[in-house]
DNA sequence: TTCCATATATTAAACGTTTAACCTATTATC
DNA sequence: GATAATAGGTTAAACGTTTAATATATGGAA
């Protein structure tokens, strides 16, 4: 079953290739081409079921209408998440999602971005590495369309989606302050990312102001040892000389794992230790106690990181170019 | 930055851009190009930064070096985990993936198939929908290469990665046998596709063998409904005329609403009522007891996948074209 | 009649590749 | 010296589009 062109379509028709292609691409406005020529064409495309080649399109107008999209880890619920949304929503502005991974790697985000160069997407949604701020600035001087996603660099000026991390960790500090917690542990990872960074001062700048901050209390685990650095924070935690009542778990893989890790010991947790995570998880509702969490407007980021890319894509006047969506603090 | 061409190469160095291409694509084997113009054009393209253009290549060559992934849902950890391994799995293969979501409606399915279509993807990797026999059968026919991965139709000749649904769900009952039920429920989808009915058959077949089945005791849920549905099957269990003293969810969001309902019931789990899980979740390690669930290889799915469909697009000796993959039993 | 507008289509170049077929100069063979 | 083989390229068509520029026929106005 050979490709339907529009050169068949033309050939069938009598008429030329030009024509065909002007009628199907509603370009035939000042009437260049009669009513019944164009219902005819019309028809016929139909009825040979006529697709037209992405790639002579592409090639010809330099647009593909894909777009490349580059998380850590899809098989993350988090990324799942955001990556259904945003294909979702691509799909309908008639764009295609090619997806990537990078482990949290430089190496391998720098090979996505090239890969997804090579393949021409017309722009790219970035959820950064550490350490990506020279791959940023490549792609800011190379002028490709792209917006970053849940992480940023603030001294880069990129178009961003993100959450208002310092002032829900803030907020969700002070929860745990309200509930009477007084010695408030912060359990992050050992690296340097705006977002997470952001987190951890929302989170002392609630334990200064009453003045129970305590340096000892934040303690860093390494992304590739989560369960073992984990297993050793909360040991120091249950050690700690002054007793810990209330952990922040700063994301979501924290969270489980110290949760899980928290299980060793013999303490009623939500009573002798209060919590509060980041992020939802599937896991918080078979706990016997209710866990308050952080929950990140996932969807919402999706559709702006869309739209914004989009605007600078399609060139549309630049909307806000730093979206920063509000988290909400769940509590039932 | 102008986009760099073979033609701006070939300008360069006084060549023509046949040249530039044979040896750039390694194509000079019999000696076609001098030992020193070959370098000289690596060089330059290299210098110069070259990017081929993949909409010329794949319009000239009729390949796209794309595949399309097809699942009802990317953020479902399941579906999640199987695209990370395919992207990974193509990208060395030197594929690019578009992923695509279903929400498991035909019609979603039906969308995506024409999109990546459109798209001239190489290849498609699906997980078929409830009652997309037809869809499948039109692909067949369209001879476009694909391969079904989790879910198939065992009625058409089609390449497919899938489980040993019977087998591991046989198995699985035995287990929950072996441990002293005699009253084992089986909690499912109220729909009609072979891998969810050959667990259930799997089960069946267990409780027979022991002259102790009771049609009774299998619940279906609806997708749609899930929650609500949960808790009426997990209602009718517990109000069971003889008790129930195991169960037995049939998929990960089956697994997980039911323990979660379970917990309205003041019984105790692994004791009272043994329960055994499809799919791991994170969620069980939560859980103040362990829970027993089948593990699919989800990797070696993804794995298999990309590699009988590649030898399917690339017409090699086709190899196993119906893969099943042990799931194991996980208890401990 | 001559000129102009209008309606309706066509022509042809261009996008950047790939590759079969062809060309030319040099060297080897008889 | 004639012929053939080889090395080292080049030419040109083709893939399927888009679109600016051009063509042609018809009818109306002057």
């Known amino acids: 079953?050979?490709?339907?062109?529009?050169?068949?379509?033309?050939?069938?028709?009598?008429?030329?290739?030009?024509?065909?292609?002007?009628?199907?691409?509603?370009?035939?406005?000042?009437?260049?081409?009669?009513?019944?020529?164009?219902?005819?064409?019309?028809?016929?495309?139909?009825?040979?079921?006529?697709?037209?080649?992405?790639?002579?399109?592409?090639?010809?107008?330099?647009?593909?209408?894909?777009?490349?999209?580059?998380?850590?880890?899809?098989?993350?619920?988090?990324?799942?998440?955001?990556?259904?949304?945003?294909?979702?929503?691509?799909?309908?502005?008639?764009?295609?999602?090619?997806?990537?991974n990078t482990n949290e790697k430089l190496i391998e985000m720098e090979k996505m971005i090239k890969l997804f160069k090579a393949r021409q997407v017309d722009g790219l949604i970035i959820t950064p590495t550490e350490g990506s701020e020279k791959l940023i600035k490549d792609l800011l001087k190379a002028d490709i369309p792209?917006?970053?996603?849940?992480?940023?660099?603030?001294?880069?000026?990129?178009?961003?989606?993100?959450?208002?991390?310092?002032?829900?960790?803030?907020?969700?500090?002070?929860?745990?302050?309200?509930?009477?917690?007084?010695?408030?542990?912060?359990?992050?990872?050992?690296?340097?990312?705006?977002?997470?960074?952001?987190?951890?001062?929302?989170?002392?700048?609630?334990?200064?102001?009453?003045?129970?901050?305590?340096?000892?209390?934040?303690?860093?685990?390494?992304?590739?040892?989560?369960?073992?650095?984990?297993?050793?924070?909360?040991?120091?935690i249950m050690k700690s000389e002054k007793k810990i009542d209330g952990i922040f778990f700063a994301t979501n893989s924290i969270s489980l794992a110290g949760v899980k890790s928290l299980f060793n010991y013999k303490i009623e947790l939500q009573k002798d230790i209060q919590i509060m995570c980041f992020d939802e998880s599937e896991a918080f509702y078979l706990l016997p106690f209710s866990v308050p969490f952080v929950k990140q407007p996932i969807e919402e980021m999706g559709k702006q990181a869309v739209r914004s890319l989009l605007s600078q894509v399609e060139r549309h006047a630049n909307e806000e170019r730093h979206v920063i969506l509000n988290a909400a603090l769940i509590n039932k």
């Open 1 to 100: 079953m050979e490709r339907v062109s529009l050169k068949m379509i033309a050939n069938e028709l009598g008429v030329s290739i030009a024509t065909v292609s002007l009628v199907l691409n509603g370009k035939n406005k000042n009437g260049r081409v009669s009513q019944g020529m164009s219902q005819k064409i019309i028809d016929k495309a139909a009825e040979l079921n006529y697709v037209p080649n992405n790639f002579a399109k592409s090639l010809k107008m330099g647009r593909s209408k894909t777009i490349g999209l580059i998380v850590a880890d899809i098989s993350n619920v988090f990324f799942g998440s955001l990556a259904l949304h945003i294909q979702i929503c691509a799909e309908k502005a008639g764009y295609t999602v090619f997806i990537g």
């Open 146 to 236: 792209f917006v970053l996603v849940d992480r940023s660099f603030p001294e880069l000026d990129v178009d961003s989606v993100l959450i208002n991390n310092y002032q829900i960790s803030n907020v969700s500090t002070k929860h745990l302050l309200k509930k009477g917690c007084r010695n408030i542990a912060f359990v992050t990872y050992k690296q340097d990312q705006f977002h997470i960074n952001e987190r951890k001062r929302g989170y002392m700048e609630a334990m200064k102001e009453v003045g129970l901050f305590n340096p000892e209390n934040v303690k860093e685990v390494r992304y590739g040892f989560l369960e073992k650095d984990i297993r050793k924070a909360i040991s120091q």
